[in-house]
């Protein structure tokens, strides 16, 4: 089971990933909404138009065979100037994979999602293939899973969990699934209205991110800002 807000450790086994983003100045007070295994026509259309009504812009981390199945609610996340990120293929889990079959399906996936951002599915790697992916992608986590996709709990816990856990530079993840229609349906709206009167402004992950809000130890001689090679923006070796 996975924990709303990931502890220490846990992240110091994904060395240069990407927890929270630093604002640029103390002023600001920002939060990162992300939406993970769309496209699909039961779920991602309503969350747009939620979003178009607050004006809020959201980092969707694509699925690359809903992609490839809903090609039209991919365009319409890029046209609508959401940005998107890689979430494998077949949404296979990392600790269940070959390191060698994971990279490469996150690289068929490659094929229909244009983004050097990728983010695991459930979360979970293996550390070589962090160490893989690292090479070509900046691997994002979060601050705030909502688990709005679980069966254990109801709506009112998920927007329970927004509001206990959310801090200056959460990455929340919600999903946009069929698993987490009925939970994510309730609670999102309720979240975003909260978040706004708590003086919270909605960013979108920049594709080439480099503020690591919390740097951990073992990365202090690390340059998490890495850039992203120019053949994986442009995806032509893939």
């Keep these: 089971m996975l924990i709303e807000q990931p502890p220490r450790l846990y992240r110091l086994m994904f060395p240069g990933a990407l927890w929270r983003i630093k604002p640029e100045s103390d002023d600001e007070k920002n939060v990162y909404l992300t939406f993970d295994d769309g496209p699909i026509p039961e779920t991602t259309p309503w969350i747009l138009e939620l979003l178009d009504k607050y004006k809020i812009k959201a980092t969707f981390f694509c699925v690359g065979d809903n992609v ?14 959401h940005h998107v990120g890689n979430h494998t293929f077949n949404h296979i889990q990392g600790i269940c994979s070959r390191t060698e079959s994971f990279v490469e399906n996150a690289e068929k996936a490659a094929r229909y999602i244009h ?15 962090t160490w893989a992916l690292r090479k070509n992608f900046k691997i994002v986590m979060w601050d705030v899973v909502t688990r709005d996709y679980s069966k254990q709990v109801n709506a009112e816990e998920v927007f329970a969990n927004v509001k206990k856990y959310t801090r200056n530079g959460s990455i929340i993840v919600f999903h946009d699934s ?3 229609e009925k939970n994510m349906m309730e609670a999102l709206p309720k979240a975003i209205e909260w978040l706004l009167r708590e003086g919270y402004q ?4 920049d594709y080439n991110i480099e503020r690591a809000y919390e740097k951990e130890e073992s990365e202090k001689n690390e340059t998490l800002g890495t850039p992203i090679p120019e053949f994986v923006v442009n995806r032509r070796n893939f």
């Excluded at 490839?68 to 100037?81: F, V």
């Excluded at 695991?120 to 070589?128: E, N, V």
């Excluded at 909605?202 to 992950?205: A, N, Q, S, V």
């Design 68 to 81: 490839r199945k809903y090609p039209e609610l991919y365009r319409m996340l890029i046209q609508k100037g």
């Design 115 to 129: 983004s050097p951002l990728f983010r695991p599915p459930h979360g979970h790697m293996r550390i070589p293939q």
């Design 178 to 180: 069929l698993k987490a």
């Design 202 to 205: 909605f960013k979108l992950i």
